[in-house]
Nanobody, 116 residues
Framework: QVQFVESGGGLVQPGGSLRLSCVASGSIFRVVPMAWYRQGPGKQRELVAGISIGGSSTKYTESVKGRFTISRDNAKNTMYLQMDSLKPEDAAVYYC?????????WGQGTQVTVSS
């Protein structure tokens, strides 16, 4: 069974940086595109960034372009999200999943709080 474990969240001041990690169990990680999602207070979960199987192709939601960088290490079954120049509106619980998140269960997520 596939499981996702997110980590790296925390409290950061506006303009600060965080690096999120996602470790996936099972062999599926290496054969599917992956993505980061987030759900802010009172909001629906949204796609933040996606990455192809090999990592050569990435996509970002408009609001994070130029500030966030998605990457993956297939040898470690791990995906990352480098978040720079964080803004209060980036505060949310961040989740990882495949690019088709209806197939596999969500993990617990990792909380990102951006506040001075």
């Amino acid at each position: 069974q596939v499981q996702f474990v997110e980590s790296g969240g925390g409290l950061v001041q506006p303009g600060g940086s965080l690096r999120l990690s996602c470790v996936a169990s099972g062999s599926i990680f290496r054969v599917v595109p992956m993505a980061w999602y987030r759900q802010g207070p009172g909001k629906q979960r949204e796609l933040v960034a996606g990455i192809s199987i090999g990592g050569s192709s990435t996509k970002y939601t408009e609001s994070v372009k130029g500030r966030f960088t998605i990457s993956r290490d297939n040898a470690k079954n791990t995906m990352y999200l480098q978040m720079d120049s964080l803004k209060p509106e980036d505060a949310a619980v961040y989740y990882c999943n495949t690019d088709n998140p209806t197939k596999f269960p969500w993990g617990q997520g990792t909380q990102v709080t951006v506040s001075s």
